[in-house]
């Protein structure tokens, strides 16, 4: 069953903790992205990749960090100088003209 | 960067009724146009898409159309239903290179609810 896969669905962080947000797809789609989902104010991307060991920033990487070592992975990493990462963070991947498939998406609170 | 507007923000029908939502974009070189529907909780899924060589594209009770002049395109539901009530989120990107489209630019999302 082909698709895009997220974990975990919720995440709890700690002030000062860096976390990191797992996101598998087995498309076999050459582009992935991470968009950041807060109320009213639709996706922002925080960083993209579009072939391995390759990734750019988007409008928000700040605080965040990706790496892109395999095709069928792209983590995110939250980091401690993020100072609002409390958000639902989506990943994506696409493949040519058809379209972002997203995850099912990781909602992350700050405790 | 490419900035993609969206309205309203809110929207509210009777079931039966059509529902329009409204986008503008800024980079003129933009040229592929997907509309997303999101349930509460839920990830976005593509409803309908338009590229920029097309004026309109219809899917039964979904259409888009594009006005490049314009820079603007729409998202049109007829026959609304409740199973319609959703965020629809607009977005526009440009070709990257070869046959691959860049990264996508969302508008703010619009939350439809269509009343029984």
């Known amino acids: 069953d082909g698709g895009i896969t997220q974990s975990p669905k919720y995440l709890f962080r700690k002030e000062g903790q860096n976390v990191t947000l797992s996101c598998e797809q087995n498309?076999?789609?050459?582009?992935m992205y991470w968009y950041r989902q807060d109320p009213g104010q639709g996706l922002r991307l925080i960083y993209y990749?579009?072939?391995?060991?390759?990734?750019q920033k988007g409008d928000i990487a700040e605080g965040y960090s990706v790496s892109r070592e395999k095709k069928e992975s792209f983590p995110l990493t939250v980091t401690s100088a993020q100072k609002n990462p409390t958000a639902f963070y989506l990943c994506?991947?696409?493949?040519?003209?058809?379209?972002?498939?997203f995850g099912s998406g990781t909602r992350l609170t700050v405790v | 960067g490419e900035n993609v507007e969206q309205h309203p923000s809110t929207l509210s029908v009777q079931e039966g009724d059509s529902a329009v939502i409204k986008c503008t974009y800024s980079d003129s070189a933009s040229n592929y146009f997907p509309w997303y529907k999101q349930e509460l909780g839920k990830r976005p899924q593509l409803i309908i898409d338009i590229r920029s060589n097309v004026g309109e594209k219809k899917d039964q009770r979904i259409a888009v159309t594009l006005n490049k002049t314009a820079k603007h395109f729409s998202l049109h539901i007829t026959e609304t239903q409740p199973e319609d009530s959703a965020v629809y989120f607009c977005?526009?990107?440009?070709?990257?290179?070869?046959?691959?489209?860049?990264?996508?630019?969302f508008g703010q999302g619009t939350i439809l609810t269509v009343h029984p």
């Open positions: 498309l076999n789609h050459d582009a």
């Open positions: 994506a991947s696409s493949i040519h003209n058809l379209g972002y498939t």
């Open positions: 977005a526009a990107s440009k070709r990257a290179g070869g046959t691959s489209y860049g990264k996508l630019t």
């Open positions: 990749s579009q072939i391995v060991n390759d990734f």
